[in-house]
């Protein structure tokens, strides 16, 4: 109801509700409390392996404590006086999924009524959303680790951002002269991504450079649809735009690639969930780092040198997530590491879900596929869709320069990485999103 208020409120009124939203929001969430949540966790960038782990098992403790004493579901699971002494012994718990958590809601939360708390939910695909209880403290500690990775790289909370996210902020059914909203409360410069096309990118760029935005953030493919669009206007900017991070979905090969060449600059790529149970970030020097003080994770060997994330929340007093599978991918090799100073495992990427593969005849995975399309800056947008059959289809969003020899080298680059396939290119006017406003790069029917 009040979406539906909002979304019919003339465009002025929205622009005072959004601040209205904004300035509780920050209130809520950047208070006296996070400034000490804040300074606690860029200590803890440096701290070693050790510390790290006895940090993270005296809460895990205290959370496991108190999940047995106020959790219908735990009190059942958790043996009398069980104290945690090494993260191996989690193996002797069963792994959660969100269908789980979603189906035993009630009897998984934890009855603490005098912890204060917010409605976190995830997106999901449609159907498969998540709503929990999450206490301020937990919001708080996600949002520390958030700033923390982000000031690393010279992004501070003073600085206004451009934010491309999967909101819908003003009506679809209508068009604009100002596709956003300036949200001073929040510092945001908040993009209508569904009014982004090749008639309106120009006021997109006009915004950024009127507002002087040196940062955007938002989803891989947005932005990088958004990059495709300047290319092919050959549109610029007055100032450059010194930052460019994304979130909420994997960033492709060809994603970076169409970026850096509008906007001169590698994107900050960042790994985070609404649960609380894992977060990966990438440093300075380029590398993907497991965020070890945020949580427990485990990466669990799935495929190759693919490992399923696995992880155990360690601040949320409202639900304990106990070993929960993201269904999340990462590749990853042991003997990785980085000289940035901070421990945390790296991972070389993140690879999405299990069924964002396709799958051959004979069961092989395969994965990476974003490479056949990274010299290719013609094309805005790319979908790979795998029918139960096997058969595949390539459907692509092209450029107003898209030519005849753009899909001969498309063609070659297919059957170079896909040689025993059936496949076909399919030409469409835009790749459909999810209900989320995001983009799944893969779609197999293969089970």
């Not at 991504?193 to 309106?200: F, Q, R, S, V």
């Not at 025993?420 to 779609?443: L, M």
Request: charged share 25%; glycine share 4%.
């Amino acid at each position: 109801m009040v979406e539906k208020i909002y979304l019919q409120s003339p465009y002025l009124f929205k622009l005072f509700l959004i601040n209205i939203k904004g300035f509780f929001i920050n209130k809520r969430r950047y208070n006296k409390a996070f400034r000490s949540i804040y300074v606690k966790s860029k200590e803890r960038l440096k701290w070693d392996e050790e510390k790290i782990n006895d940090f993270k098992l005296k809460l895990l403790n205290r959370r496991l404590v108190e999940a047995k004493n106020n959790s219908v579901y735990y009190s059942e699971l958790i043996p009398e006086n069980f104290r945690i002494k090494s993260f191996d012994q989690l193996s002797n718990f069963p792994i959660q999924t969100k269908v789980f958590i979603k189906e035993n809601l009630n009897a998984v939360i934890s009855d603490t009524r005098s912890v204060p708390y917010i409605t976190s939910n995830t997106s999901g695909t449609t159907g498969s959303g998540l709503v929990f209880p999450e206490s301020l403290r937990s919001e708080k500690e996600k949002w520390a680790i958030w700033w923390r990775y982000r000031e690393l790289h010279g992004i501070t909370q003073k600085e206004w951002c451009g934010y491309f996210g999967g909101k819908v902020i003003l009506p679809t059914n209508k068009s604009y002269k100002k596709p956003f909203l300036k949200v001073h409360t929040t510092k945001q410069l908040m993009f209508s991504m569904y009014h982004l096309n090749h008639n309106t990118v120009d006021s997109y760029v006009k915004s950024i450079n009127e507002n002087s935005i040196r940062w955007l953030h938002g989803y891989p493919s947005t932005l990088s649809y958004f990059a495709a669009l300047i290319i092919e206007k050959k549109l610029a900017f007055k100032h450059k735009v010194q930052w460019i991070t994304t979130g909420a979905e994997n960033l492709l090969l060809s994603q970076k690639k169409l970026i850096k060449k509008a906007f001169g600059i590698n994107p900050i790529e960042h790994y985070g969930l609404s649960e609380p149970v894992a977060n990966i970030f990438q440093c300075i020097k380029g590398h993907l780092h497991v965020d070890e003080d945020y949580s427990h994770v485990e990466l669990i060997h799935s495929f190759e040198n693919y490992y399923k994330i696995v992880g155990t929340s360690i601040f949320n007093e409202c639900l304990q997530f106990l070993r929960y599978d993201t269904n999340d991918l990462v590749e990853f090799y042991e003997q990785d590491k980085c000289d940035c100073g901070y421990h945390g495992r790296v991972v070389r990427n993140i690879e999405g879900r299990r069924e964002d593969f396709l799958t051959l005849k004979n069961g092989t995975k395969i994965g990476r596929l974003d490479h056949i399309f990274k010299d290719l800056v013609n094309i805005k947008e790319a979908q790979i869709y795998q029918h139960s059959n096997y058969n595949i289809d390539f459907r692509i969003v092209k450029s107003e320069n898209f030519s005849e020899q753009d899909k001969i080298e498309l063609n070659s680059k297919i059957t170079k990485f896909l040689p025993t396939a059936n496949f076909k290119i399919v030409f469409k006017n835009k790749i459909e999103r999810t209900s989320a406003g995001k983009v799944k790069f893969v779609i197999s029917e293969i089970k």
